[in-house]
């Protein structure tokens, strides 16, 4: 079965510090991808950052970066130099299979609380 | 084209009632994907559509619930005789699908329901 584990529920970083928000996932398709999501009170969904199961290289966005270990089955999120904008949920998400439907499964996500 | 919309942003309803809600994608993507999302929880993937052809439905959409889209354009979520537990914010999401290993999402703000 397909599967996204957050098991964060919440999380507290010093503003400036940098954080690691946990996801390990679950898939036994070759092929998928993995997504991180900030969700702010607003409720929209807000990409931030994408890893390819077949990316040679961890990928980078900013201040983001994940972690992907893939014999471990984990694609932690790093925001660095964390600001009070970041105060948000983070969700951790899967596209897995070939197919059409491109569907994301998620995690039950971390709530980051950036304090000053 | 600024975005997925989705209107309305917030309804309150009385058990009972009919609701729909509509989503306008990013107009270049011809995948749609809808999906429920209850406090606490992470978003679950409801349905899809490629164009105009709904071809995905999840076992959470009970017959309740009715999805269309149209001309490929835009997309309406009906839901008949709500009930509390429809209670939820419900995301669209929009895709261009196509060759290649990345799949971008993007998300609209939602529309949260509340079943009185």
């Known amino acids: 079965a397909q599967k996204i584990t957050q098991t964060q529920p919440g999380m507290f970083v010093q503003e400036k510090e940098a954080v690691t928000l946990d996801c390990t996932y679950d898939?036994?398709?070759?092929?998928?991808?993995l997504f991180w999501y900030k969700q702010p009170s607003s409720g929209e969904m807000i990409f931030l950052i994408y890893?390819?199961?077949?990316d040679q290289q961890n990928a980078t966005e900013g201040r983001y970066s994940l972690n992907f270990q893939k014999a471990r089955k984990s694609a932690n999120l790093v925001i660095s130099a964390s600001q009070l904008g970041d105060s948000a949920m983070y969700f951790c998400?899967?596209?897995?299979?070939?197919?059409?439907?491109?569907?994301?499964?998620w995690g039950l996500g971390t709530s980051l609380a950036v304090n000053p | 084209d600024t975005g997925v919309s989705q209107n309305p942003r917030h309804k309150i309803t009385k058990r009972g009632q009919n609701v729909t809600f509509r989503c306008d994608p990013i107009s270049e993507h011809n995948r749609l994907y809808w999906y429920r999302q209850t406090l606490g929880q992470g978003p679950e993937f409801l349905t899809y559509?490629?164009?105009?052809?709904?071809?995905?439905k999840s076992r959470l959409l009970s017959d309740r619930f009715s999805a269309e889209r149209p001309k490929g354009s835009f997309s309406t979520l009906e839901i008949q005789r709500t009930e509390q537990g429809d209670s939820a914010m419900y995301l669209c999401?929009?895709?261009?699908?196509?060759?290649?290993?990345?799949?971008?999402?993007?998300f609209g703000s939602g529309t949260r329901l509340t079943v009185v």
């Open positions: 999401a929009s895709s261009l699908g196509g060759q290649g290993a990345y799949y971008g999402y993007t």
């Open positions: 890893q390819g199961s077949y």
């Open positions: 559509f490629q164009n105009e052809a709904q071809l995905e």
């Open positions: 898939t036994s398709d070759p092929s998928y991808g």
């Open positions: 998400a899967m596209r897995a299979g070939a197919g059409n439907n491109r569907k994301l499964i």
